[in-house]
């Protein structure tokens, strides 16, 4: 039988610690050991690795990682050792450990499409010394697909240029702080070169059947992105991606309110743009073009030609992994989604829409979306329940269209979360007609509820210190300011 995957590491361990410099981590870890009168312990050094040392993720998508480490004995008795990661993307994980061992882990917070630089360390106290040491691992990188190279300009459209790594201005790696690469986003939803918000929500999440699917939310000011919404004003669907013709050739895959990658038809085949390395096909017989990521991840779209629905134009078809797992999109005959469904032998799940009909302004947009159950062909069952509500364009607040309210209900009915919206209108000073204003959470709507009667009535000055994101625009309808609310524990000595 094998041995575990983290023995199997310590040789690699080695060698990247051979391969290591030491001109400059020798002389350092001497100086200080020689400081506190504790020379034996010189030699006791402790490799760590991270791998793998390259990985290719679709943005917003899912990294993990390996990492090794080896203690080399004796240490002095209550020694205290941790291993710390940063994601490179300014967040960190810590773990206390007993000594040689190793640990997978996962990160999702790789939102913006650049490149991230993934690192290790393992920190030791021992009673002597009245500090932590470190010894810090190698770089693991994360390329977020349609990751820019730092050389390489964004293009005016905001599309995502794409491939290459970021250079290393390193000096001492052992002296210096663990780096990351310098997020193109804010901490909240703001690209920095541009301007444009990728405000994400998840209403429904499902885990299972080989993946995860939700019924997400992102709204942008940026209109290239959301197209067709039918779920509010600059709403892109998150979960399903859909295919814009840009024209001369050109398709773009749009993922969500930031992010489309760029397809050139040359010489009757799709070249991704900026060095991407999906694979874009065209059946005229069927009337579909076929994407096909790094991870072996098949996605169908129905084209662009006149007989198809507006709704339904670059629409997402179907999706399957690798494994064989396959998600179907159902849909009404004027093109919009009916119902996505995935399973297995035993199990159908369904995320169910319907829509606003009739005399309503807003007839034709989302009104809710179930997700449900069918266990060996019985009855359906239902898991959860998203309702949206709009802005009819006489209220106050918001334009027609503006998604007002998302109330997440449970099986029986019962409202579980409020989400609350508000928005610029004609004349307003600081935005503009659609632009987002306010984005109030499930958390913050609660304490606003608790503290006014009728929540969706108080003015902005009330509504601002329970808001989670404010916003504000210039005359081309980028984000000039943006507040976004704290995190912190009010029982907690940490903030």
């Known amino acids: 039988m094998r041995s575990p995957w983290y023995l199997r590491a310590f040789a690699l361990v080695e060698a990247i610690s051979t391969l290591r410099s030491r001109r400059h ?28 040392a390259d990985q290719w993720i679709e943005a917003g998508g899912t990294a993990s990682f390996q990492v090794a480490w080896a203690v080399i004995d004796p240490w002095p008795p209550y ?124 209403d429904l999440q499902s885990t299972g059947f080989g993946s995860t699917w939700t019924q997400s939310r992102s709204w942008t000011n940026g209109s290239s992105y959301s197209g067709n919404s ?103 005959t004027d093109g919009t989604v009916s119902e996505v469904q995935r399973g297995d032998a035993t199990v159908t799940e369904s995320f169910l829409y319907s829509y606003l009909t009739g005399t309503d302004p807003n ?34 607040n918001g334009n027609l269209g503006d998604l007002k309210t998302v109330i997440i209900r449970d099986a029986g009915g019962n409202a579980l979360d409020t989400s609350y919206y508000r928005y610029y209108v004609s004349g307003e000073s600081n935005g503009y007609t659609h632009g987002l204003k306010y984005a109030v959470h499930p958390d913050s709507f609660g304490r606003l509820a608790a503290d006014y009667a009728d929540p969706l009535a108080v003015s902005d000055e009330q509504l601002g210190p329970y808001a989670d994101y404010y916003f504000r625009y210039d005359s081309q309808q980028r984000v000039t300011m943006e507040v976004a609310q704290g995190e912190g524990c009010s029982l907690c000595t940490a903030g």
């Open 25 to 52: 981590s020798d002389n350092r870890r001497r100086n200080r050991f020689a400081r506190l009168g504790l020379e034996e312990l010189e030699s006791r050094v402790n490799p760590i690795v991270i791998g793998p």
């Open 79 to 202: 020694t205290y050792w941790w291993v710390t990661i940063n994601y490179g993307d300014n967040h960190t994980q810590s773990w206390m450990v007993g000594g040689t061992g190793g640990l997978a882990v996962s990160h999702t917070d790789y939102d913006a499409p650049t490149d991230y630089r993934a690192r290790a360390w393992i920190s030791y106290r021992v009673p002597e010394i009245p500090y932590f040491l470190e010894d810090l691992s190698n770089d693991a990188w994360v390329h977020a697909m349609g990751a820019p190279s730092p050389s390489m300009p964004t293009p005016a459209n905001g599309g995502p240029p794409g491939g290459g790594k970021a250079p290393c201005n390193c000096t001492d790696p052992i002296s210096d702080l663990p780096a990351s690469v310098p997020d193109e986003n804010s901490q909240a939803p703001v690209r920095y070169n541009d301007g444009v918000i990728n405000y994400r929500m998840v």
């Open 230 to 332: 039918t779920n509010g004003v600059g709403t892109v669907d998150a979960q399903m991606p859909h295919l814009v013709d840009l024209g001369g050739g050109t398709v773009g895959v749009v993922s969500d309110g930031q992010t489309m990658r760029y397809f050139d038809l040359l010489g009757g085949v799709y070249q991704e743009r900026f060095f991407g390395k999906g694979s874009l096909t065209y059946s005229s017989a069927l009337g579909e073009f076929t994407l096909v990521d790094l991870d072996g991840n098949q996605f169908h779209f129905d084209d662009f030609a006149t007989g198809v629905p507006v709704n339904q134009r670059g629409g997402l078809l179907s999706e399957s992994d690798a494994y064989g797992n396959l998600v179907t999109v159902s849909r009404n």
């Open 363 to 396: 007839a034709g947009r989302v009104a809710s979306v179930t997700l449900r159950r069918q266990p060996n062909g019985g009855s359906w069952a239902t898991v959860r329940e998203a309702d949206y509500a709009y802005y009819d364009g006489v209220e106050s």
